[in-house]
């Protein structure tokens, strides 16, 4: 069964760092693009990074630029995202997909590859 799988999350102070993982199962990452979205309670889903040919694109929203780096673990077979500078604002459910990766980032489509994961909740709070 070919999957994605989110982890990483936590509770984090403000200003603080996490780095998430979307790990593949039963296929290799390296065969498509990969983004990262987040969804706040009350929210719409919004995408936030992407990345392709093994971190040859990649693409950040506004909210994310100077902040995430996403990038590629081909020994672990991920792609991580690193946040820094977290703020109660990024508190949300991440998830990750394949995509088509493009500088439109927010409204970047999903693939039509398997479901949406159960995602990895991150909450910024002190």
């Known amino acids: 069964q070919v999957q994605l799988v989110e982890s990483g999350g936590g509770l984090v102070q403000p200003g603080g760092s996490l780095t998430l993982s979307c790990a593949a199962s039963?296929?290799?990452?390296?065969?498509?693009?990969i983004g990262w979205f987040r969804q706040a309670p009350g929210k719409e889903r919004e995408g936030i990074s992407c990345?392709?040919?093994?971190?040859?694109?990649?693409y950040y929203a506004d909210s994310a630029k100077g902040r995430f780096t996403i990038s590629w673990d081909h020994a672990k077979n991920t792609v991580d995202l690193q946040m820094n500078s977290l703020s109660p604002e990024d508190t949300a459910t991440y998830y990750c997909a394949g995509v088509v990766c493009r500088r439109e980032v927010e409204t970047m489509p999903k693939l039509d590859f398997g479901s949406w994961g159960q995602g990895t909740q991150v909450t910024v709070s002190s």
């Open positions: 039963g296929f290799n990452l390296d065969s498509m693009a």
């Open positions: 990345s392709e040919n093994d971190g040859g694109i990649t």
